[in-house]
Nanobody
Framework: QVQLVESGGGLVQAGGSLRLSCAASGSIFSINAMGWYRQAPGKQRELVARITSDGSTNYADSVKGRFTIGRDNAKNTAYLQMNSLKPEDTAVYYC??????????????WGQGTLVTVSS
């Protein structure tokens, strides 16, 4: 079993910052890409940012220059630093990871989500 636990969401005013964390635990051999998605009310889940095991990153156009994804491979943790937040960033943020488990299976694992609310 592999689990992802997100933390760091909350309420912030427009222009403010938040830092989300995503910690993976369980029977992990290695983790390939990790990513952050978000889903606003009435909208589809969308990719916000992704980072590979070697540190390559890609971002949604809407967050480029404001959000930064990072990871600590030793801690099996990914981060999302969100600056200059806008009301349209309000959503539930989900972390995912492509994991190779110790038994050899390849899994895409999702966290439970953390709510980010940006007030105007």
């Amino acid at each position: 079993q592999v689990q992802l636990v997100e933390s760091g969401g909350g309420l912030v005013q427009a222009g403010g910052s938040l830092r989300l964390s995503c910690a993976a635990s369980g029977s992990i051999f290695s983790i390939n890409a990790m990513g952050w998605y978000r889903q606003a009310p009435g909208k589809q889940r969308e990719l916000v940012a992704r980072i590979t095991s070697d540190g390559s990153t890609n971002y949604a156009d809407s967050v480029k220059g404001r959000f930064t994804i990072g990871r600590d491979n030793a801690k099996n943790t990914a981060y999302l630093q969100m600056n200059s937040l806008k009301p349209e960033d309000t959503a539930v943020y989900y972390c995912d990871a492509f994991v190779v488990a110790t038994i050899g299976s390849h899994l895409q694992v999702w966290g439970q989500g953390t709510l980010v609310t940006v007030s105007s």
